[in-house]
C-alpha cells in the first residue's frame, strides 16, 4: 500500500489463480488472499483427476448394482423397466451429482463446512449428512464381514453350503436343513445362528464378530493417510469387480439355461410402464445407486483442483454407475437362468423317478416330454394308485422358478450360492464372486468414512488435537463397537431395521434442502458464475432447469411416496426365521424397535432444523449481549 515496511501481496485476476489457474473469486484482502491460498495449500489433493473419478466410481458403484437393479427388472418389466431407469437418470441422477461435486469443488471443505459457507443455518445439513453416513456405516461394513465368512469358507471341499449336516443321530439330514435348503441353512443357521424372533437378542456370534473386526481393521489400513492411501486403493477397489463381472459374464453364458434368464431379463412387459411404482422405484433406484445426501460426493470433490472439469466427471460417473447395472444384471440374470433350469429339470428328474418306481414302468420310458401327457394317461388308466401318489407330485414349472423375485442379502448369500454350487469347481467360482463383493463393500466403505472424516478433519477444534489417524481410529473402533450388535443372534433383524429406515426419508430431505440451499439461498446465477469461474465452462440451461425444477419436484414426490406408505403400512412388519418351518414367517415389530425405528428416521432429519434453531438463538443472545455491552 506504498508505505514504508508494509508487505506487498500481488493478488491474481479475476478467475485466475496463483500460477494462471482458474478459481474461485478474488479476495476482498491482501490478509484474507493470504490465508485462502495458506489453506488451499494446506489442503491434500487427490493425485491426479483419475484417481478422483475412480474414487467415486468405487463409491457409486456398489452392492446395489448386483442386488438390486436385477431385482427391479424382475419386478417391473424386463427390459421396459429401462425406459423409466434411463429417463430418471437424465432428470434427476446426472443433475444431482453434479450438483454435489459442483459444491465439494468450489467450497473446499467437507458437507458441514461446505453448507455453513453458503449458510450458518444451513450447518444442519451438513451434520446430518454425517449422522446418516455414520448409521450407513455401521451397518454396511457387516455385509464385507459376511463376505470375509464366506470367502473363507469357500476354499473347502466340498462347499459347506452345498450339502446339508447330519442329525444328531447321524441317521438322516438335519431336519431345518432338510425343510428349508443347503443353501438357506448355511445362511441363517451357521452364519447368523438365526433367533426365532426380534425379541430373542441372544449373544455375541464370535466367529462373525473376528470377521467384522477384520472388515474394519481393512477400511482402517485404506483410509490411514487420507487421500494418499485412499487414491491408491480405490484403482483396486474400482477395478477388480469388473474384471470378475466379466469373467462371470463369460462362464454364465456358457452354462445350461442362461438363455433362459436373459429372455426372461430382456422381454419387455409394456404394461407395466402404466405403474406407478415402476417410476417411483426407477427414480429411488438412480438416488440411492449414486450415493447422494451421505456427503461422500462432496468429501471427494473438495480435494478436487479448483479447476477440475466436475460436470464431464458427473456424466462419467453417472453412465458407468448406470451401465454397470445393467451389465450385471446380465451376469446376474444368466446365472439366475442356470438356476431356474437346474431346479426346474432336477424337479422333473424327481417326478419321472416317483412315477416310474411307483407304476413299475422302464428306465427311460417317461421324459420331460411326454411327461404331462402320460400323468393324464396313469390318472384315467389307475386312478386309485394315482390318487395315493398325487400328493407327492411336485407341480414344476420353470416360469414360477424364474420368477421368484430375490433382492439383498437373499440374492447374495443364497440365490448366488445355490447357483455356485452346483457349478464345475465351485470353490474358484464361490471365491472369485465373494472376494468382488468383498472389494465392492470395501470401495462403498471408503465414500462412507469419507463422508464422516472430512469435517471432523476440516475442524480446527478437533484437528489441533488429533492427527488424522487417531481420528480414523476412533471412528472405526466406535463403529465397530456399536456394530457387534449385528453379530447377536437377533443382530439381522437390526441390520434390516437399519438398512430399511436409517437412510431413506432422511436423505430425501437432506437432497431437497441441498437444492434449495444452491439454488435459492446462495443462488443459481452466482453458483453459475463460480463454476465458470473456476472450470471455464458457462452452467447451460439442462443444469439450470433441473436444479431449479425438475429434480426438487422428484424429489418431492419421492418424498411424500414413502411418507404416504409408511403412513399406509399401519404396524411395520419384518420377516422372522422359523426354524420348525424353514422358512421366513411375518411378524409385527414390537414397541421399542418401533421406537428404535422413529429415533432413527428422526435423529437425522431433525438435525436440519435443531442447528438452524440453535444457531438463531446463539444469533440472538449475541445481538443482546452487544446491546447490553453498549
Known amino acids: 500500500d506504498g508505505r514504508p515496511g508494509a508487505t506487498h501481496i500481488t493478488l491474481p485476476p479475476f478467475g485466475k489463480g496463483w500460477g494462471g489457474a482458474p478459481c474461485l473469486p478474488v479476495p476482498r484482502s491482501p490478509a484474507e488472499g493470504l490465508r485462502a491460498w495458506a489453506m488451499e495449500k494446506a489442503r491434500p489433493q487427490w493425485g491426479n483427476p483419475l484417481q478422483f473419478v475412480?474414487?467415486?466410481?468405487?463409491?457409486?458403484?456398489?452392492?446395489?448394482?448386483?442386488?438390486?437393479?436385477?431385482?427391479?427388472?424382475?419386478?417391473?418389466?424386463?427390459?421396459?423397466?429401462?425406459?423409466?431407469?434411463?429417463?430418471?437418470?437424465?432428470?434427476?441422477?446426472?443433475?444431482?451429482?453434479?450438483?454435489?461435486?459442483?459444491?465439494?469443488?468450489?467450497?473446499?471443505?467437507?458437507?458441514?463446512?461446505?453448507?455453513?459457507?453458503?449458510?450458518?443455518?444451513?450447518?444442519?445439513?451438513?451434520?446430518?449428512?454425517?449422522?446418516?453416513?455414520f448409521f450407513l456405516s455401521m451397518y454396511y461394513n457387516v455385509i464385507n464381514a459376511w463376505s470375509f465368512w464366506y470367502l473363507f469358507h469357500s476354499f473347502q471341499d466340498p462347499l459347506p453350503w452345498s450339502v446339508c449336516p447330519l442329525n444328531d443321530n447321524l441317521t438322516g439330514y438335519d431336519e431345518e436343513c432338510e425343510k428349508a435348503s443347503s443353501t438357506q441353512y448355511f445362511w441363517y443357521r451357521k452364519t447368523l445362528n438365526i433367533s426365532p424372533s426380534i425379541q430373542e437378542s441372544g449373544g455375541v456370534q464370535w466367529e462373525p464378530a473376528l470377521c467384522l473386526i477384520l472388515a474394519w481393521l481393512v477400511v482402517?489400513?485404506?483410509?490411514?493417510?487420507?487421500?494418499?492411501?485412499?487414491?491408491?486403493?480405490?484403482?483396486?477397489?474400482?477395478?477388480?469387480?469388473?474384471?470378475?463381472?466379466?469373467?462371470?459374464?463369460?462362464?454364465?453364458?456358457?452354462?445350461?439355461?442362461?438363455?433362459?434368464?436373459?429372455?426372461?431379463?430382456?422381454?419387455?412387459?409394456?404394461?407395466?410402464?402404466?405403474?406407478p411404482k415402476t417410476w417411483i422405484s426407477a427414480a429411488t433406484q438412480i438416488f440411492f445407486s449414486l450415493g447422494l445426501g451421505f456427503g461422500s460426493l462432496i468429501a471427494f470433490a473438495s480435494y478436487n483442483e479448483p479447476s477440475n472439469d466436475c460436470q464431464k466427471h458427473a456424466i462419467v460417473v453417472s453412465l458407468i454407475n448406470s451401465s454397470t447395472s445393467i451389465f450385471s444384471s446380465i451376469v446376474t440374470f444368466s446365472i439366475y437362468g442356470f438356476k431356474a433350469t437346474f431346479n426346474y429339470e432336477?424337479?422333473?428328474?424327481?417326478?419321472?423317478?416317483?412315477?416310474?418306481?411307483?407304476?413299475?414302468?422302464?428306465?427311460?420310458?417317461?421324459?420331460?416330454?411326454?411327461?404331462?401327457?402320460?400323468?393324464?394317461?396313469?390318472?384315467?388308466?389307475?386312478?386309485?394308485?394315482?390318487?395315493?401318489?398325487?400328493?407327492?407330485?411336485?407341480?414344476?414349472?420353470?416360469?414360477?422358478?424364474?420368477?421368484?423375485?430375490?433382492?439383498?442379502?437373499?440374492?447374495?448369500?443364497?440365490?448366488?450360492?445355490e447357483a455356485i454350487k452346483n457349478m464345475e469347481v465351485s470353490q474358484l467360482w464361490s471365491v472369485l464372486y465373494f472376494f468382488m463383493l468383498l472389494t465392492l463393500g470395501i470401495g462403498s466403505m471408503l465414500g462412507n468414512t469419507a463422508a464422516i472424516l472430512t469435517p471432523l478433519t476440516d475442524s480446527k477444534v478437533i484437528s489441533r488435537h488429533l492427527s488424522r489417524e487417531a481420528i480414523s481410529g476412533l471412528v472405526c473402533l466406535i463403529s465397530c463397537g456399536i456394530s457387534m450388535v449385528f453379530t447377536m443372534e437377533a443382530g439381522n433383524y437390526w441390520f434390516d431395521i437399519f438398512n430399511d429406515y436409517a437412510a431413506t426419508l432422511s436423505l430425501l430431505l437432506i437432497v431437497l434442502v441441498e437444492i434449495i440451499a444452491v439454488c435459492y439461498v446462495y443462488g443459481l446465477r452466482r453458483f453459475g458464475s463460480d463454476l465458470q469461474a473456476m472450470t471455464g465452462h458457462t452452467l447451460n440451461w439442462y443444469w439450470k432447469a433441473m436444479w431449479a425444477g425438475v429434480s426438487p419436484l422428484l424429489i418431492v414426490s419421492l418424498f411424500i411416496f414413502y411418507l404416504s406408505d409408511y403412513i399406509l403400512m399401519g404396524t411395520l412388519q419384518y420377516q422372522a426365521w422359523d426354524a420348525t418351518q424353514g422358512k421366513l414367517v411375518t411378524k409385527d415389530y414390537p414397541s421399542y424397535a418401533l421406537a428404535v425405528i422413529w429415533l432413527l428416521v428422526a435423529s437425522?432429519?431433525?438435525?436440519?432444523?435443531?442447528?438452524?434453531?440453535?444457531?438463531?438463538?446463539?444469533?440472538?443472545?449475541?445481538?443482546?449481549?452487544?446491546?447490553?455491552?453498549a
Not at 486403493?233 to 469373467?247: E, H, M
Request: positive net charge; contains cysteine; aromatic residues 12%.
Open 220 to 275: 482402517y489400513l485404506c483410509i490411514l493417510r487420507g487421500t494418499e492411501s485412499t487414491g491408491k486403493v480405490v484403482y483396486f477397489t474400482a477395478l477388480l469387480p469388473y474384471c470378475v463381472l466379466i469373467i462371470y459374464l463369460v462362464r454364465g453364458l456358457t452354462l445350461h439355461g442362461a438363455t433362459n434368464g436373459l429372455v426372461y431379463m430382456f422381454t419387455p412387459k409394456v404394461e407395466q410402464l402404466a405403474n
Open 346 to 417: 432336477n424337479c422333473l428328474s424327481k417326478v419321472i423317478l416317483l412315477l416310474t418306481n411307483s407304476f413299475d414302468l422302464e428306465d427311460g420310458f417317461l421324459t420331460a416330454s411326454n411327461l404331462e401327457p402320460m400323468k393324464d394317461y396313469l390318472a384315467s388308466t389307475y386312478p386309485s394308485k394315482y390318487s395315493e401318489v398325487f400328493p407327492h407330485i411336485r407341480n414344476c414349472s420353470l416360469e414360477s422358478e424364474l420368477n421368484t423375485a430375490v433382492q439383498g442379502t437373499g440374492l447374495a448369500f443364497i440365490v448366488y450360492t
Open 54 to 133: 475412480f474414487a467415486c466410481i468405487s463409491y457409486a458403484v456398489g452392492l446395489g448394482n448386483v442386488w438390486r437393479f436385477p431385482y427391479l427388472c424382475q419386478m417391473y418389466g424386463g427390459g421396459s423397466f429401462l425406459v423409466p431407469y434411463i429417463i430418471m437418470l437424465i432428470l434427476e441422477g446426472m443433475p444431482l451429482l453434479y450438483l454435489e461435486l459442483a459444491v465439494g469443488q468450489r467450497m473446499r471443505q467437507g458437507s458441514i463446512g461446505a453448507w455453513r459457507t453458503i449458510s450458518p443455518y444451513l450447518s444442519g445439513v451438513g451434520v446430518a449428512s454425517v449422522v446418516a453416513s
Open 604 to 629: 437425522s432429519t431433525m438435525c436440519i432444523p435443531l442447528v438452524a434453531l440453535g444457531i438463531f438463538i446463539t444469533h440472538c443472545l449475541k445481538k443482546r449481549g452487544t446491546a447490553a455491552v
